[in-house]
């Protein structure tokens, strides 16, 4: 009787362990980009591409700048639950500001969520801005991208001009 016990608990434990070792490590799931991946959707005189990130030294036009997702099937865009865009705000009279968007893959046009602004019109400094990535989710087969808003260049104390930045981004799921 004693021995059938151990062989039925022995047994049970070797298929507790064979369901452990099988199982998927579960990881959260991170990418960070530098502002390289961005691309200027607006015509601007000056933008530099430096080891700071991509700045407006543009003191008239602001610079939108639209930065790739990634989107393949291990890592959707439609699970990811946190942005993080890294900019550096030179321009004291003005806002920074990004939003997830989508370009409609079968109709023209696209939409974009809501968005998130620098603290306010006289901050100046590095921020994260973090807009809400439901856009991606409800236009899973559509294309993904940050929108940023880049001010122009502000007169400054010691270099004609103070530049604001898109320094990168991070996707989290």
Request: charged share 15%; proline share 6%; with cysteine.
């Amino acid at each position: 009787m004693n021995y059938r016990r151990h062989l039925a608990l022995f047994a049970l434990s070797a298929a507790a362990g064979l369901v452990c070792a099988a199982a998927p490590a579960v990881h959260a799931y991170w990418v960070k980009q530098h502002a390289s991946f961005c691309s200027a959707q607006w015509s601007v005189n000056s933008w530099t591409l430096y080891n700071g990130g991509f700045e407006n030294s543009d003191p008239v036009n602001q610079m939108g700048l639209l930065c790739p997702v990634a989107d393949d099937s291990q890592h959707p865009k439609s699970a990811v639950a946190a942005i993080n865009v890294h900019v550096r705000d030179g321009n004291a009279t003005s806002l920074m500001w990004a939003e997830a968007c989508v370009t409609f893959r079968t109709t023209p046009g696209g939409s974009c969520g809501d968005a998130d602004w620098t603290t306010d019109n006289s901050f100046v400094g590095y921020d994260t801005l973090t807009p809400p990535p439901d856009v991606w989710a409800d236009h899973p087969d559509d294309y993904g991208y940050i929108f940023v808003l880049v001010p122009v260049a502000a007169e400054g104390r010691g270099s004609p001009y103070l530049t604001s930045a898109v320094l990168g981004y991070e996707l989290q799921d």
